[in-house]
């Protein structure tokens, strides 16, 4: 993997259950890693390692910090995003400030959009980065089916702006 100067190791892939219609509350990522969220996640957990990006899967997030800090989001319906720990830190589940930078443009609908800057995890069904105008999401892992969807949005705005009619829509994380 030689993005952004390379050194990634992936540990999480996943899909959705529910790909059309995209923003709807049976929408989730699945399967999801074992990060402590509330009790409403009803997707398959996983601590298997994943053997390529569609092999959906995640590494037990505890071992995540051992390969590193940053995060490298890759997604097929979103823009990619490279984000490294400020106050804020998903290897390290610690809300706050994290310093995100799209390394490649996935969907062109928001193309002088930036990135997100907060890191939010506890009590919701999985971890979102969010920021810009009215502090709206660009990522949301969605663990939960029924009540949100997992937003996946190049424009910051937690609404319905992933690219759409991608065959096997699906994302990764690694980390370095």
């Not at 505890?62 to 995060?71: A, D, P, T, V």
């Not at 996935?106 to 969010?130: I, Q």
């Not at 996946?152 to 994302?171: R, S, W």
């Amino acid at each position: 993997m030689k993005t952004d100067g390379g050194g990634w190791t992936l540990v999480w892939s996943y899909k959705f259950t529910d790909y059309e219609p995209f923003n709807t509350g049976p929408n989730a990522v699945t399967p999801r890693a074992n990060w402590s969220v509330n009790n409403d996640e009803n997707v398959p957990v996983s601590t298997t390692p994943p053997m390529n990006e569609t092999d959906y899967n995640a590494i037990d997030f505890q071992l995540w910090r051992e390969f590193g800090k940053e995060i490298l989001i890759k997604s097929n319906i979103n823009n990619w995003l490279v984000c490294s720990p400020d106050t804020g830190s998903l290897v390290e589940w610690q809300d706050g400030n994290v310093i995100c930078k799209i390394v490649k443009r996935v969907n062109n609908l928001c193309p002088d959009g930036p990135p997100p800057t907060d890191f939010k995890g506890a009590g919701h069904c999985g971890p979102r980065l969010k920021g810009g105008v009215g502090d709206k999401l660009y990522y949301y892992f969605d663990g939960c089916t029924g009540k949100h969807f997992p937003t996946h949005d190049p424009c910051g705005q937690n609404a319905d702006n992933a690219l759409k009619n991608v065959e096997n829509p699906h994302g990764n994380i690694f980390v370095r």
